[in-house]
């Protein structure tokens, strides 16, 4: 389900939070007259915690915010009201369904035995098997975060309410933004904790993600190093995040679709204690508003060698 919400700034706001009749899963922003051909998403953003989720929660509900991006959605929006990019910012949290996972990178012994898949169930992935698959189970120094397993009617909730028309959403955007520029770029953006410092080397402050070269055209990120460079911000490629489900599902340079997944050190613009914006917050949506700035015109010549300038010139 998708409603548009208001016309004037295009904001349509879609899908549905389980245990919060009438909150939407999502909000987008950014109609097919784009300004820029890039999209800016925050799928780690969400901060609506349902009663129903927290009585199952075994924590302190300040815990949860450990599985949040937190406050990652104010340099989302800061960046797209700066250059006109558009925005998804997801609503629901992380700690109900992690959208930065397929829907089978599930936990199976997170599920009730009669919700599961008939003739067997599939291996866990590596990230499932860690606890962050797509229904988060485990955090470290906290262990089990649920008092109950998942049945049938939470799993078809979760997927069908959030994450489905999140990545409906987010495909149908990116098609609009490729039809009128000829390519279209996605930047994921995500928040990490602060890297460990390793002797005679400086922490990064930003991980640039494309899923080593398969997410989009390498011009994107030697724009990305190159800007962070020049701006004095430790930049790494790759690791320890290299992208995840969003940057699979979406990312095709081939079709003109690129995605890079942006994950920033949350010391950087959160307060000391990392709940609430610090002192940082301005001087990063500053610098993450030069980056998409630069990125815009280098996506615009990719559809345009492609072939596929169309309206962008008019």
Same mark, same amino acid.
């Given at each position: 389900?998708?409603? &548009?919400?208001?016309?004037?700034?295009?904001?349509?706001?879609?899908?549905?939070?389980?245990?919060?009749?009438?909150?939407?899963?999502?909000?987008?922003?950014?109609?097919?007259?784009?300004?820029?051909?890039?999209?800016?998403?925050?799928?780690?953003?969400? &901060?609506?915690?349902?009663?129903?989720?927290?009585?199952?929660?075994?924590?302190?509900?300040?815990?949860?915010?450990?599985?949040?991006?937190?406050?990652?959605?104010?340099?989302?929006?800061?960046?797209?009201?700066?250059?006109?990019?558009?925005?998804?910012?997801?609503? %629901?949290?992380?700690?109900?369904?992690?959208?930065?996972? %397929?829907?089978?990178?599930?936990?199976?012994?997170?599920?009730?035995?009669?919700?599961?898949?008939?003739?067997?169930?599939?291996?866990?992935?590596? $990230?499932?098997?860690?606890?962050?698959?797509?229904?988060? &189970?485990?955090?470290?120094?906290?262990?089990?975060?649920?008092? &109950?397993?998942?049945?049938?009617?939470?799993?078809?909730?979760?997927?069908?309410?959030?994450?489905?028309?999140?990545?409906?959403?987010?495909?149908?955007?990116?098609?609009?933004?490729?039809?009128?520029?000829?390519?279209?770029?996605?930047?994921?953006?995500?928040?990490?904790?602060?890297?460990?410092?390793?002797?005679?080397?400086?922490?990064?402050?930003?991980?640039?993600?494309?899923?080593?070269?398969?997410?989009?055209?390498?011009?994107?990120?030697?724009?990305?190093?190159?800007?962070?460079?020049?701006?004095?911000?430790?930049?790494?490629?790759?690791?320890?995040?290299?992208?995840?489900?969003?940057?699979?599902?979406?990312?095709?340079?081939?079709?003109?679709?690129?995605?890079?997944?942006?994950?920033?050190?949350?010391? $950087?613009?959160?307060?000391?204690?990392?709940?609430?914006?610090?002192?940082?917050?301005?001087?990063?949506?500053?610098?993450?508003?030069?980056?998409?700035?630069?990125?815009?015109?280098?996506?615009?010549?990719?559809?345009?060698?492609?072939?596929?300038?169309?309206?962008?010139?008019?």
């Amino acid at each position: 389900m998708v409603e &548009r919400s208001d016309e004037s700034d295009s904001q349509i706001s879609g899908g549905y939070i389980p245990g919060m009749p009438g909150d939407a899963a999502f909000v987008l922003a950014g109609g097919a007259a784009s300004a820029i051909p890039v999209l800016v998403a925050a799928p780690h953003a969400g &901060r609506l915690y349902p009663p129903s989720l927290m009585q199952d929660f075994r924590h302190r509900a300040a815990d949860a915010l450990r599985l949040e991006d937190r406050h990652i959605d104010a340099v989302a929006q800061g960046v797209a009201q700066a250059t006109g990019a558009g925005l998804l910012v997801a609503r %629901a949290p992380r700690a109900m369904i992690d959208l930065n996972r %397929a829907p089978e990178d599930i936990d199976w012994d997170m599920v009730e035995r009669a919700a599961r898949p008939i003739g067997g169930t599939p291996l866990p992935s590596r $990230r499932a098997r860690s606890g962050l698959g797509l229904f988060p &189970r485990r955090l470290p120094g906290l262990g089990e975060l649920w008092r &109950r397993r998942l049945d049938a009617g939470d799993v078809s909730a979760r997927l069908g309410g959030i994450h489905e028309p999140y990545h409906l959403a987010l495909e149908a955007q990116l098609m609009r933004l490729r039809e009128r520029w000829g390519a279209a770029l996605l930047v994921d953006l995500h928040s990490m904790p602060p890297l460990p410092v390793r002797p005679g080397q400086a922490a990064a402050q930003i991980v640039v993600g494309d899923r080593f070269g398969s997410s989009c055209h390498g011009s994107i990120v030697a724009t990305a190093f190159a800007h962070f460079a020049q701006c004095g911000r430790e930049a790494a490629h790759n690791r320890p995040y290299a992208g995840g489900y969003v940057l699979d599902r979406h990312g095709d340079p081939r079709k003109g679709i690129h995605a890079i997944q942006i994950e920033i050190d949350r010391s $950087r613009y959160l307060d000391e204690k990392l709940v609430e914006p610090g002192e940082g917050m301005a001087s990063m949506i500053a610098d993450i508003n030069a980056l998409v700035s630069k990125l815009a015109p280098v996506v615009a010549e990719l559809g345009q060698n492609a072939g596929g300038w169309s309206l962008a010139a008019e």
